[in-house]
């Protein structure tokens, strides 16, 4: 929109590279002032990167960077300015802000406390004594209602961090920029946690903040997302710019086929399953932290060859429900029982480890990849083996190598070859950016991390598997690959417990969909009976249900 | 495979070089440190003597048998106290009981080849069983010493920090009850009059005999059994399943879980595995020593010393030999400063302190530098590439 106008911000010819992985090849590309800019690209194309070299996190190895300080310090234009950024608080005392998808904030603090932390307001900077190191709560808490008034960003100052929805916390950490005099917003993936009302409400902030002269850059792999708020959309796939477009331009497919560079084709069957069993039944379940209720009565089914949505927004009991099954939680009452592969009696899971039911048959793809996932700091193959770690016959099964089958079943070492070897198929199916399969996992771009865990969870080919957010942050053609894999589980009749705040994602895969709202179940609706606005409602009001 | 098993060979004996860099930093600031300290000292009239203190203090530890006796004598228990608190801290865990777990290990090691069995089983008393149950059963109550507060943790969430410190206390009990008195001890060769505060002396079946019987100080064979252990604990951690589960448990906990693997098993087997590395140095001490006997105080600091021995070392078995030895160098420079030269050994104890806060301080700072700016420097790849 403002393309007449003079940029920002301008990049020419930046290259990174991490060893022998080269990130960025000489990208150039400009912002604008007052412009919402989305980057697109497949995962590890390099967007994280690119925004981190703006943010001062990472040095870039060659290549040009200018920004007008005039327009960041009071809005007049200057024109451009060679700088060298070289740490995230020289960046923000130029005016630029990032936001990180992992946020960065101190849970045990309040909201106030976290937006000021760093520039504390302390009592009276003249005063003698100890006045001099007191925080002045009031003051603090009046600057970031002006604010939040300011950008129409409500929030409660005095609330502790840790309390709040995920939604919230992203507003706090987009006013802890705003406090700082941030100019221009790096949002990486802002939308990938947050749930269909809070996406709006976040585009909401976006274009008020535009309007009052911020420029904002901001990362997706929703489609939907820049066509709706973008002033322009930038393409990255191999750490190259490959277009830039303008989204009046352009629809979903075109976007697509520039992020993926081919066509996209749904090859989604869903076969008609004559004899369902039960696998799994959930009855009068009750999970309760100190005393407070989290999940009540809990009462559901679930069959061989379907998929079971579980739709709601995030915190009404669907974490816990997946951690109890999986058992990382401990239920207060009730009972759950799965029926395992090729077995006619139900086993109880209540009594049983988390490495038994894994053994069982069970997959699980928790939703915080970071926290149950992976471990940062263990390699591919490390992290691909902590699936398989007590199951070394089924890790054969998924090479098909019989011929050292005999030498390295049992025993206490380490079968490093086998390691690598599943890995390698793993990296190989999932086209996981990684040099090799040595390669630390917190040296993944976040989307080949979400690949790791779940190729290494499908391998097994689980009977059950519990998949929690399991397309958080992967790219459209993965989470089309995803999805086709979660169909043919359900095809060769495995079951699926699909919990998902991409209501999308829910609706197109799920058989049946149950509603929970505030730890209970509202509403069971099969596929055909689903209707997008009673759902919404449903999940925001608890109501609406027949 | 063996190339990959090379390559991830090279990868973990980063320690050494790291750990390598590590004291070639903090030897240069020692050496600025100890200009500023001369200075000091030439303001009060004190000059010291540097021609001596070079000749004793490096040459004549470097280049002469006795030295060189001492760097391994006074450097091998701290490899395996090191290991200790390296394998603790690998499963995520800080194990500060080192100073308790050699003491009962040792104690309880000295009492088995003192009193037990030449008392009781007289027929077993030859070498070839007494020294290396001898070792075990250190390394055994060691373990158990470790065992209890890994169970506390796992199944009680008491801190392995706050009840190994008081196990040490504790462990300093249990010595001064069963050697520390005339009266009551029921270990202490009553029929001498100034026996108490030790065992009697130890069978000398269960003796380990000097690998270099020239050496001043007695190196035996139990050097050769701890670098054997470090390669062992070496292997283990990287190369077995054990090990995988360990590091697993350490680096995310909750990732370990939700894989099934049960943290509270692994957070006890690792503790005792701990305690019982920090046992069998205790006993493997008395073992060696010229008079064979566990007598109260023999741990000095080696257990605390093993905490900044492990942490130069960055945990890493390899590291740990070589942090271990620069510790057995900085002690018999002291020795030898204190014995040949004039400098009041308050001083060199100043200095070796000042060393060893230099080696500590650039690993230390490293660490709260990566916690606090995760994402603050580029990660360079470890491994370039794939040579399959
Ligand atoms: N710290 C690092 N060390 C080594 N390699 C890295 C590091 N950070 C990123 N990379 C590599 O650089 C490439 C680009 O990563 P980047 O995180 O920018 O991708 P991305 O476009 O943000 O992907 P995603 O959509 O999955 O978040 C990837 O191949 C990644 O493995
Ligand atoms: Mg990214």
Redesign the interface.
């Known amino acids: 929109m403002n393309s007449t106008s003079q940029p920002i911000l301008k990049v020419t010819d930046v290259s990174k590279s ?4 080269q990130a960025l090849k000489q990208v150039s590309f400009e912002i604008f002032p007052g412009e919402i800019l989305a980057i697109l690209g497949e995962n590890g194309a390099g967007k994280s990167t690119l925004m ?1 070299i703006l943010n001062g ?3 870039l190895d060659s290549g040009k960077i200018e920004v007008d300080r005039g327009w960041f310090s009071d809005g007049t234009p200057q024109g451009l300015d060679p700088v060298f950024l070289e ?2 608080k020289q960046t923000l005392d130029i005016g630029i802000g990032m936001v990180f998808q992992h946020f960065q904030l101190v849970e045990s603090f309040t909201v106030g406390e976290n937006i000021t932390l760093g520039y504390e307001f302390v009592r009276d900077k003249s005063s003698s004594g100890y006045q001099r190191i007191l925080m002045d709560y009031e003051k603090t808490n009046e600057e970031i209602m002006r604010l939040s008034n300011e950008f129409k960003l409500p929030v409660d100052p005095s609330k502790k961090v840790e309390d709040l929805p995920v939604g919230i916390k992203q507003r706090v950490e987009i006013l802890k920029q705003l406090y700082r005099q941030a100019n221009l917003l790096i949002l990486d993936e802002p939308t990938a946690v947050l749930t269909p009302l809070e996406v709006d409400q976040l585009f909401n902030t976006m274009a008020s903040l535009r309007k009052s002269g911020k420029s904002i850059v901001f990362i997706s792999h929703k489609l939907k997302e820049p066509l709706h708020i973008a002033d322009r959309i930038i393409v990255i796939r191999k750490g190259e710019i490959v277009s830039e477009v303008f989204p009046q331009n352009v629809d979903e497919s075109i976007l697509a086929n520039l992020v993926v560079g081919r066509k996209l084709l749904s090859r989604i069957h869903r076969e008609l399953i004559k004899s369902k069993k039960l696998l799994l039944a959930v009855q009068s379940l009750n999970y309760e932290m100190n005393d407070v209720p989290i999940i009540k009565n809990l009462e559901f089914e679930l069959r061989t060859g379907e998929i079971l949505g579980v739709a709601g927004v995030e915190g009404n009991g669907q974490t816990e429900l997946s951690m109890i099954l ?1 058992g ?1 939680l401990k239920e207060t009452a009730g009972n759950i029982f799965y029926y395992s592969k090729n077995n006619e009696v139900p086993i109880s899971l209540n009594s049983l ?7 069982s048959g069970i997959g ?1 793809i ?1 939703e915080d990849r970071n ?8 390699s591919i193959a ?1 992290n691909v ?3 398989y ?2 199951n070394v016959e089924q890790a054969h099964q998924f090479i098909k190598d019989n011929e050292n089958r005999e030498s390295l079943n049992k025993g ?3 079968p ?2 086998l390691m ?1 070897d599943i890995s390698k198929k793993i990296i190989k199916a999932y086209d996981i950016k990684a ?6 996992t ?2 993944l771009s976040g989307g080949n991390q979400q690949k790791v865990i779940i190729g290494r969870e499908l391998s097994k080919t689980p009977n059950l598997v519990i998949a929690s957010q399991p397309t958080r942050g992967v790219d459209i053609g993965v989470m089309e690959q995803v999805h086709e894999e979660l169909i043919n589980l359900r095809n060769n009749g495995s079951g699926v417990l699909l919990i998902s705040a991409d209501l999308d994602e829910v609706l197109k895969l799920s058989d049946r969909l149950i509603v929970m709202f505030e730890g209970e179940i509202v509403a069971e609706l099969s596929r055909e009976e689903v209707e997008l606005q009673k759902l919404s409602l449903l999940m925001t009001t608890g109501k609406g249900g027949k | 495979m063996s190339t990959s098993g090379l390559q991830v060979g090279i990868l973990k004996t980063k320690g050494i070089f790291n750990s390598l860099q590590i004291i070639f930093i903090s030897l240069v600031f020692s050496f600025l440190s100890l200009m500023v300290l001369y200075f000091i000292l030439l303001t009060f009239g004190f000059a010291l003597p540097v021609d001596a203190l070079f000749k004793y203090g490096v040459y004549q530890v470097f280049f002469t048998q006795d030295g060189l006796s001492g760097i391994l004598f006074w450097g091998g228990p701290l490899i395996l106290t090191a290991l200790a608190v390296a394998i603790a801290f690998q499963g995520g865990l800080f194990n500060i009981g080192g100073q308790g777990q050699f003491i009962i290990g040792g104690l309880a090691g000295a009492i088995w080849a003192a009193s037990i069995v030449p008392k009781n089983l007289p027929f077993l008393n030859f070498p070839l069983f007494m020294v290396p149950t001898t070792m075990l059963i250190g390394a055994i109550f060691g373990g158990i010493y470790g065992f209890l507060p890994g169970y506390m943790r796992a199944k009680y969430e008491a801190h392995e920090v706050i009840t190994t410190i008081l196990l040490n206390i504790l462990a300093l009990n249990i010595a001064q009850y069963l050697v520390g008195s005339r009266t009551y001890s029921p270990f202490v060769d009553r029929t001498k009059v100034d026996a108490y505060g030790q065992t009697e002396l130890i069978s000398k079946s269960a003796t380990l005999s000097p690998i270099f019987p020239a050496f001043s100080q007695s190196v035996t064979y139990g050097l050769l059994v701890t670098v054997l252990i470090a390669v062992l604990m070496y292997f283990v951690l990287f190369y077995t399943r054990l090990g995988f589960k360990i590091r697993a448990v350490g680096l995310n906990k909750h990732a370990a879980e939700a894989n099934g693997i049960k943290s509270d098993r692994i957070t006890i087997i690792t503790m005792t595995i701990s305690g019982a590395l920090a046992g069998l140095a205790g006993i493997l001490l008395v073992q060696s020593s010229s008079v064979p006997r566990y007598s109260i105080g023999i741990e000095g600091t080696l257990g605390f010393d093993g905490i900044a021995v492990s942490l130069i070392g960055l945990n890493n078995p390899f590291g740990i030999i070589l942090a271990a030895f620069f510790f057995g160098f900085l002690q018999q420079a002291r020795l030898n400063l204190d014995t040949s030269t004039n400098i009041p050994s308050d001083l060199i104890f100043v200095f070796q302190a000042l060393v060893v806060l230099f080696v500590a301080a650039p690993y230390l700072s490293r660490i709260v530098i990566n916690k606090f700016q995760r994402f603050n420097k580029t990660q360079i790849i470890e491994i370039k590439e794939d040579s399959t």
């Open positions: 991490f060893g022998s992985v981190k996190l990472y040095r740490s995230p999986i990382l480890s988390t490495l038994n039911r894994l053994n699980f928790p926290l149950h996932g992976l471990i940062d700091n263990f490390e083996w902590l699936a770690h007590s206490y070492i380490l490093k070859k690598e040099p090799n399969s040595k390669i630390l917190k040296n």
